[in-house]
């Protein structure tokens, strides 16, 4: 019953199938590289405890039939005496603290996971135990062997998809002094590393809906002052202070798979990478250095028709490299892409879980439809590549870009 107070979005996420099969990945990273036998203490940063209920599952698999209930006597026995441990501080086994929200869900699918294997099973001895804690908890220092997030935030589901990325940063700086240190001693944090892919996209329709309305009018009536109402977040022709102190600006959140559009990509795997974050590293303002963004030349005369009016980026996150092979990284991205069924050869964004940061073109190449041909031959001639450049904040918590054309005029 508690599952229907979950968001479209988050049944959406929840139901993902390669999403699902990744966490498990990352799970089974977690309990192979630690092992059963020694006492660990695992912070949970998951909403409902999701990531530690994986490796629940994995360290006490189902059996084949249920268990037989216990009798009252010996389990009131087993409660007192595990009670008794956890106030000597001889509780042995894997220990999985949830500081996440939606603790009312995470209660009911660990009871339901008990169910079905028995009260015996989870209260003998070196049984896995998991405990829901307030976000203010904290644990005494170097003490805390694996942290592990999934990466979502029922605060920023409706947000761009790298904010959740950036304020998982901003958690395990927090608790950076309770990770145990040394080299033999050193902590496993998932998710430890992602980057932010961009590429450059083909979207009129999207482009004219965000334009200034100045000189506009609706039947006798001038709308042209409701341009003070616009959001520089949205609206790419407004400015804010940020923007006038450095020439960034902000992204905002996008379910692109729902636009028309053409990104210009042959393959997901072609598009920059404009930055890469190691979460272990301490949570400091960060800049970039400029990567460009180049127009394929086998591009150009489609461009003419297509044209170029946005920057959209997404997120790729590095699974737990194995033990077996330290040097493998695989990643997975939060956005899908398919083939465009309108130009052949590029891609487009699919269905996904995740929205895009889309940074729309404050100067962008039209189509040839929308352009004269003398404006599109000198467009063409000087917008061949563009300057991108990322800047985070820790104090606004997201990123900000400042894109260049290549004759250094702004995007």
């Known amino acids: 019953a508690l599952l229907g107070q979950l968001s479209p979005r988050r049944m959406a996420m929840l139901s993902d199938e390669s999403r699902l099969t990744w966490l498990v990945g990352a799970a089974t990273e977690v309990v192979q590289q630690f092992g059963l036998a020694k006492r660990r203490l695992v912070v949970d940063l998951s909403e409902g405890g999701l990531m530690s209920l994986l490796c629940l599952r994995l360290m006490c698999p189902a059996p084949e039939k249920t268990a037989r209930p216990m009798r009252r006597k010996l389990r009131r026995f087993l409660l007192f005496a595990r009670e008794v441990q956890r106030r000597r501080g001889e509780v042995s086994g894997w220990r999985f603290v949830v500081t996440g929200g939606c603790r009312a869900i995470g209660e009911e699918m660990l009871e339901a996971f008990w169910s079905r294997r028995g009260m015996r099973r989870r209260l003998q001895r070196g049984a896995p135990k998991l405990e829901f804690a307030r976000s203010s908890w904290a644990a005494s220092p170097w003490t805390v062997d694996a942290v592990i997030a999934e990466p979502f935030d029922s605060n920023t589901e409706e947000r761009e998809g790298d904010l959740t990325f950036w304020q998982h940063w901003a958690q395990v700086d927090e608790i950076r002094p309770m990770l145990k240190a040394g080299p033999r001693a050193a902590p496993l944090i998932w998710p430890r590393q992602f980057r932010m892919r961009a590429a450059v996209v083909s979207c009129e329709s999207l482009w004219q809906r965000r334009r200034s309305l100045s000189g506009c009018q609706v039947g006798e009536i001038d709308v042209s002052c409701m341009d003070v109402l616009a959001s520089p977040m949205f609206f790419p022709w407004a400015k804010d202070d940020d923007e006038l102190l450095d020439g960034s600006r902000a992204m905002f959140p996008c379910d692109m798979w729902q636009q028309e559009h053409e990104v210009f990509l042959h393959s997901p795997d072609d598009a920059a990478i404009i930055c890469e974050v190691d979460v272990l590293e301490p949570l400091a303002a960060r800049s970039w250095q400029p990567r460009r963004l180049e127009l394929p030349k086998e591009l150009k005369d489609r461009r003419g028709s297509l044209g170029v009016h946005a920057i959209v980026t997404w997120i790729e996150v590095a699974a737990p490299r194995s033990a077996n092979d330290l040097n493998a990284v695989t990643w997975w991205r939060t956005a899908d892409f398919c083939s465009s069924e309108r130009v052949g050869g590029l891609c487009r964004f699919s269905l996904s879980c995740y929205k895009q940061g889309v940074l729309l073109a404050r100067n962008p190449l039209m189509s040839s439809g929308a352009r004269s041909s003398k404006r599109r031959r ?34």
Request: one cysteine or more; glycine letters at 6%.
């Open 378 to 411: 000198c467009q063409d001639d000087a917008h061949d590549f563009i300057d991108l450049s990322v800047n985070f904040s820790p104090a606004k918590g997201r990123v900000r870009l400042k894109a260049r054309w290549s004759d250094g005029t702004d995007f």
